[in-house]
């Protein structure tokens, strides 16, 4: 179920901060035209952090209904409060939503045995699939793969990482370690190649919101083992995998969606829009790929 190019989506909100339920529907119709393999609604491109918990819950629910089943729904519903994440991803898995994705728990710092103990109580809580997300540069913490092995070993509902530690040495041992049916999936587009030559599933993407139909396609040249093809299209998107963070995500990916027309260019603080220079680099790299 979790392999090839899954959007982790954004929140389109109109132009007064409020939530745009109607170009959050068109963003998922675009993406099934795209052919993508998965969404994921409320992750950090989704601004998760600045969405009411009514608003996080609607907006999955919101983005299950658009999908129709089309492709899995993985709710990112993590939290650095294990009860807070249980509630949240008890109401994904009652809403429809086919997996969740968990988030180390930021600020807090836990131990790695914290990290165990933390994700445990939300498999027990709950019997949808669960994906983690480690991702040291939001978090201040690292999953050893030790963890992740004790946690997939313990848990049977607890079924792939989003590996964004941008450590390709980490990555190998975690695909190395973890059973072959675990899905290592990239955190970051630049990885995506690298890490499926080295067996990885796929990509929780931040580019596949604007060039849904070309990942899936780097994806699945890869998963099919014609790596030419998809190092071809690799360093043919590079310029915009490096565009899009630019400045910190997700402003540099709601910029080019507006400058396609997809949504209005709206932020909530503590995101805001892009430097002009920083906007007009962004607006060469479309126009060079012909994205707009």
């Not at 040495?169 to 072959?180: G, N, S, T």
């Not at 995998?241 to 400058?259: C, R, V, W, Y």
Request: proline share 5%; net charge neutral.
């Amino acid at each position: 179920m979790f392999k090839g190019a899954i959007t982790a989506i954004v929140t389109p909100f109109r132009m007064n901060g409020e939530l745009d339920e109607g170009a959050l529907r068109n963003l998922v119709e675009f993406q099934i035209k795209g052919k993508i393999d998965g969404i994921v609604p409320c992750g950090t491109t989704g601004e998760s952090p600045t969405l009411t918990y009514e608003e996080h819950d609607k907006v999955i629910e919101i983005v299950i209904d658009a999908a129709k089943g089309k492709m899995p729904v993985i709710a990112g519903t993590g939290s650095n409060s294990a009860e807070e994440a249980i509630e949240m991803t008890k109401h994904a898995e009652d809403a429809g939503a086919d997996a969740s994705m968990q988030v180390c728990p930021y600020y807090n710092k836990p131990t790695q045995e914290g990290l165990f103990r933390h994700f445990s109580a939300i498999a027990k809580a709950v019997d949808i699939p669960l994906i983690i997300y480690n991702i040291q540069g939001r978090t201040a913490v690292n999953m050893d793969t030790s963890t992740l092995a004790r946690l997939a070993k313990e848990h049977s509902n607890i079924v792939g990482v989003k590996e964004g530690s941008g450590n390709i040495a980490q990555m190998m041992d975690v695909i190395k370690e973890l059973p072959k049916n675990f899905a290592v999936l990239s955190g970051d587009d630049n990885f995506t190649l690298p890490l499926m030559a080295l067996g990885g599933k796929g990509v929780i993407s931040v580019a596949s919101n604007i060039i849904p139909r070309e990942m899936h396609d780097l994806t699945e040249y890869a998963l099919k083992g014609n790596f030419e093809k998809a190092r071809q299209m690799h360093f043919r998107l590079l310029p915009l995998f490096k565009g899009i963070f630019i400045e910190t995500n997700p402003i540099p990916i709601k910029a080019a969606l507006a400058m396609k027309g997809l949504i209005k260019e709206s932020y909530r603080l503590p995101m805001c829009e892009m430097k002009p220079e920083n906007r007009e680099k962004l607006r060469r790299i479309l126009k060079d790929l012909k994205i707009i």
